[in-house]
């Protein structure tokens, strides 16, 4: 199960478990491009199954493992990636933004998590999680989307304590920049949404497939954290190692979308 299937990190993911004769439910809230996502992957010999939904709907993520346990039997990997941003100072932004955020990121995961376990202790699954640099340290202009990757990783390092003797592994994955359009769907600051400016990226941006084979391996791998750029693996020990400098050079460098 593939949320936020339709995007470019999830559609890569998608193509790639496909490649590997993989059963897959994918779950997104556009319709449209799920549609032409789940032709393409079934045209070339895929078995998918096509939810649209919003993962931040309990209900509807229920439903969605009802129908892929009735699809294909199991949920053996679950993986999820949907996720919107923002780009705007705290001081200038609609509270709601931060929560928007919150219910898609965070809560998007822990319905799906939640509703998939008893499933996923038969198989003695995969969960994987897609957080970001910013689930880690600090990025400017972002305070509700960094708090929904931070979130991710408390929740999903301490449930893998909890599923260790299950068998249940749980991978959390943190990309630095891939060419998707996330940057392009980012909310402004009102609850409208579409204002944000263009995004600056900083140490270029990965291919959706790249991330999408390294996520891949490091789920068949059972591994518990992927760093799967040299940007995320700098900005890991950079940001530990000397958190204020980082924070310096992170302002330095991605402050410029808001003249700062
Ligand atoms: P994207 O915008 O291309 O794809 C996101 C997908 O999520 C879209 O298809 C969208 O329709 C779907 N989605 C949004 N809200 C949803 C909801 N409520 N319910 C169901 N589906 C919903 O972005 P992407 O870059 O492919 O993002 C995938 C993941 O990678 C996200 O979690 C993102 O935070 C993370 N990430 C991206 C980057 C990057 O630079 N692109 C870097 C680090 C982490």
Redesign the pocket.
Known sequence: MI????????AALCRRYARAGAKIAA????PL?LDALVSALTIAGGEVLSLA????DSSAVGNAISATVGRFGSVDVIIN?????HRSLLGETDPAIIRKVME??FF?ALNLTHAALPYLKSSQGSIAA????AGFSPLIGRTGYAAS?HALHGFFDSLRSELVDAGISVTIVC????A????G?ALGSDRDGKAAGPRVTTGG?ST?EDIAEKIFLAIARRQPLLLPDTTSRLAWWYSRLLPGAYARTMKHRVGSEFKL
């Open positions: 949320t936020g299937a339709a995007g470019g990190l999830g779950l997104d809230l556009d491009r939904l919003d993962v931040s990636n949907a996720g919107i941003s898609v990121n998007g897609i957080s970001s640099v990757k990309p630095s920049f891939i998707t359009g996330i940057g769907a941006e959706p």
